[in-house]
């Protein structure tokens, strides 16, 4: 079955970087846009980033424009998220999450928890 | 920026029909997709494309629109229903995506 399972989340500073890695199987990576999604606990659901199933085109919201990057490895089923210049406003629950085709979200991961404090 | 209001809460009795509405200034050309989001866990599609179903979704759960509202319709409400549903768009040309803030369903 179709599974996305993140893994890098943690507790980082202020001001440092990390990277969020979404292995995915029970599907071809390869043939899926994807994407992030992030909740602050608590709180509602942001669209944070896109990628197409080819990697060329790219978007990014405006409140991480710069900041965090999508990436992806389709040869590894892998899709990332580079996160620099890490706020406290970033502290969420960050899912992957694959695009149905139609632009909506037919299959999400668990999440990662990035928590960023001093 | 494309903005979707939803009732913070709607509660329901047991047995009875819940109706959770999604309104957006162009939610009349738009595909309304909704999800379901239990305390602890992550976000389920329970509709797409306004009106379809994905697969193992229960046949309680529909989808309506008229005009620019969106409704998430929920037949014989269960306990298990209880959670919060968000709604989304899309906006294909600019590549961005939005969502609802979200609406509690609690069962009385």
């Known amino acids: 079955q179709v599974q996305l399972v993140e893994s890098g989340g943690g507790v980082v500073q202020p001001g440092t970087s990390v990277r969020l890695s979404c292995t995915v199987s029970g599907f071809t990576l390869a043939l899926s846009p994807m994407h992030w999604v992030r909740q602050v606990p608590g709180k509602g659901l942001e669209w944070v980033a896109f990628m197409s199933n080819d990697g060329k085109i790219e978007n990014h919201a405006d409140s991480v424009r710069g900041r965090l990057i999508v990436s992806r490895d389709n040869s590894k089923s892998t899709l990332f998220l580079q996160m620099n210049s890490l706020r406290a406003e970033d502290t969420a629950f960050y899912y992957c999450v694959r695009d149905r085709g139609d632009g909506s979200f037919d299959h999400w991961g668990q999440g990662a928890l990035v928590t960023v404090s001093s | 920026s494309y903005v979707l209001t939803q009732p913070p809460s709607v509660s329901v009795a047991p047995g009875k029909t819940a109706k959770i509405s999604c309104e957006g200034e162009?939610?009349?050309?738009?595909?309304v997709h909704w999800y379901q989001q239990r305390p602890g866990q992550a976000p389920v599609q329970v509709i797409y494309?306004?009106?379809d179903r994905p697969s193992g979704i229960s046949e309680r759960f529909s989808g309506s629109k008229s005009g620019n509202t969106a409704t998430l319709i929920i037949t014989g409400v269960e306990a298990g229903d209880e959670a919060d549903y968000y709604c989304q768009v899309s906006d294909g040309i600019l590549a961005l995506w939005f969502f609802g803030g979200g609406t509690k369903l609690t069962v009385l």
């Open positions: 494309s306004t009106t």
């Open positions: 162009n939610i009349r050309r738009d595909s």
